[in-house]
């Protein structure tokens, strides 16, 4: 039977055919087609300022450094998330400080990140997980509240919407990832979405060499920037994929909630949050308590693999990383997060996938895990 991997990219044909002609076209670095990439994001999210990445590693080193975030910063972040996102913190030399996760949506505890603000707290930067908005409200409130600067990492999260809004239409500092395993992918890319024009052109400087244009023309550089420029090539991939991210991403709240279907209400799996209609599900990441079952969940991973299905873990911990433990960080800091890391287990969810995968997923499960297959 044909390898079911857990995330696979949709590309379509006039999308090769696309990259085909941009590489005839000559102009392979950053040129007219990332204008055009920048400018179709802008339209998709309410004609918000769009700059792209390298990265979505780039980009929110770049929104960091973009909002000033130092030595003397603290930054307020989910223990549960790709250790991308405090890794940036550290590379501006700042604090990340830890905020444990609810169970079910995997999003920061807000209540718990109003506690831990502190004078040196410059910024909070949540995780829109698996695509699952975080309580917008509540985190803008706080935000106000203190004067802080929100930096949101919206990797899994494109065309994801909060009480109707898209994610990245409104907000502070919004990073999208188009790495192949997101929603929709420039093989490797991402972008920020953002309000300031200021902010903006610094932004420009930043990613590209601190280069910027002196009034008689001439380049001038302003400071030591990085290379963090999108291609061309990678952003013909990006206008070939963001017309469907839509249909993308219906397809797969109708595979999600397949899952969801079938799998409640069994015995020792929790399932993430109930769909929800601003649910981009960039993945369905259930809990499985592998002791319950008498099995490592290193031993139900090579299983499932055995049948052909791929499972990820997003993610362990992070604050039981050994960089994350330097900082002070123990086991039993993070209950929730400690527990998601580790039962966590990502299973096959894309938009090529069909619900008979998703029954192919489940009876495998089921059988690997001595249940009775659920109706
Ligand atoms: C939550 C989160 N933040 C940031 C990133 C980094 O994205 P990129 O690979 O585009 O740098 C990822 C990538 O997997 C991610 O999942």
């Known amino acids: 039977m044909e390898y079911l991997p857990f995330t696979r990219p949709s590309i379509d044909e006039t999308t090769i055919e696309d990259v085909v002609a941009t590489l005839h076209s000559g102009w392979l670095a950053t040129g007219p087609r990332v204008a055009r990439f920048e400018a179709a994001l802008s339209g998709y999210l309410g004609g918000r300022i769009i700059k792209s990445f390298t990265s979505a590693t780039a ?34 030399n700042a604090t990340p400080v830890f905020i444990d996760v609810d169970l079910k949506t995997r999003n920061m505890d807000m209540e718990a990140a109003a506690h831990a603000v502190t004078p040196k ?6 995780v829109h997980f ?6 917008m409200n509540t985190l803008y409130d706080l935000a106000n509240k203190h004067n802080l600067r929100v930096i949101e990492d919206a990797a899994h999260a494109i065309g994801s919407r909060y009480k109707g809004k898209l994610i990245g239409s409104f907000g502070d500092l919004v990073s999208f990832s188009f790495h192949p395993n997101k929603n929709i992918t420039t093989i490797e890319g991402g972008a920020l979405s953002l309000v300031n024009t200021e902010e903006a052109e610094q932004i420009d400087i930043l990613r590209f ?22 291609s061309d090539v990678a952003a013909t991939v990006g206008l070939g994929q963001l017309p469907h991210l839509d249909a993308f991403n219906i397809k797969r709240r109708q595979l999600a909630q397949h899952y969801l279907d079938r799998l409640e209400g069994l015995e020792n799996i929790l399932l993430p949050e109930k769909a ?6 960039h993945m369905f990441a259930p809990l499985i308590n592998f002791k319950a079952f008498k099995m490592t969940r290193r031993a139900f991973i090579a299983a499932m693999h055995e049948k052909g299905i791929g499972i990820g873990i997003h993610y362990p911990a992070l604050h039981l990383f050994t960089l994350y433990r330097s900082l002070g960080y123990a086991r039993g800091d993070f209950p929730n997060a400690e527990r998601i890391g580790e039962e966590t287990v990502t299973l096959p969810l894309f938009p090529g996938m069909t619900v008979n995968d998703v029954n192919r997923v489940i009876s495998t499960l089921c059988k690997i895990l001595d249940i009775k297959e659920p109706n």
């Open 59 to 92: 980009a929110l080193e770049i929104a960091l450094e973009a909002a000033g975030i130092s030595d003397e910063h603290e930054v307020i972040t989910p223990a549960i998330s790709f250790t991308a996102t405090p890794n940036v913190i550290l590379r501006r």
């Open 121 to 126: 707290t410059r910024a909070l930067m949540p």
């Open 130 to 135: 698996a695509g699952l908005p975080v309580e």
């Open 209 to 230: 060499h601190g280069i910027s244009r002196r009034d008689d023309g001439e380049m001038d550089v302003l400071l030591p920037g990085g290379k963090y420029n999108l």
């Open 276 to 281: 929800d209609s601003g649910h981009s599900w």
